[in-house]
């Protein structure tokens, strides 16, 4: 038998079906057990705002925080909005049904709020993520967990010498 018969013969199927058999990078929906912010860690957070027209005026109210996530190869904004959601959704059911934090990591754990809605927009270099709330006091609960993600995730710098 010469090489090239036991090359198509014999490694070239082999090497297919162990290709085949390896887990791939991404799985066809966000996996949960991942934290999405320590995948993807926000580098910067700022309150999200909305404008209500009442009956004197328009006003400005905080309605949740914009969580800035730099651009990565292969990261889209839907992916990233279904991983965001599923997470949010997912760790308010295990808070929920343990009445404990999922972990030690601020990242991992919900901010324990429900009914929030999720954007993504496309910002150049990034991605904004919003996490609108229904009320106030809700979203000043969401803007104190996205700063606390957000500074778990800054560099420690060095003391200036």
């Keep these: 038998m010469s090489i090239k018969t ?26 949960a057990r991942d934290c999405v912010f320590d995948r993807y860690a926000p580098i910067s957070v700022v309150p ?6 009442l ?15 730099p651009a990565r190869e292969g990261l889209t904004k839907e992916w ?11 760790a308010n059911q295990a808070n929920a049904a343990t009445k404990t934090p999922a972990g030690s ?3 991992c754990q919900s901010p324990q709020v429900k009914n929030v809605q999720v954007t993504v ?6 991605f904004w993520v919003a996490l609108i709330a229904r009320d106030e006091r809700t979203a000043d609960t ?20």
């Design 48 to 53: 999200y705002s909305a404008d209500e027209n």
């Design 105 to 107: 990591d601020l990242a």
């Design 80 to 90: 990233l909005e279904a991983s965001v959601q599923q997470a949010l959704a997912q």
């Design 121 to 126: 927009t496309s910002a150049g270099n990034g």
């Design 142 to 161: 969401l803007l104190k967990w996205a700063r606390g993600v957000v500074a778990q995730h800054k560099p420690v710098t060095q003391a200036a010498r």
């Design 6 to 31: 036991f090359v198509t013969r014999a490694l070239v199927p082999a090497l297919l079906i162990g290709a085949a058999s390896a887990p791939s990078a991404h799985a066809a929906s966000p996996n």
């Design 55 to 69: 009956s004197y005026g328009s006003y400005s109210f905080v309605r949740g925080a914009q969580l800035f996530v």
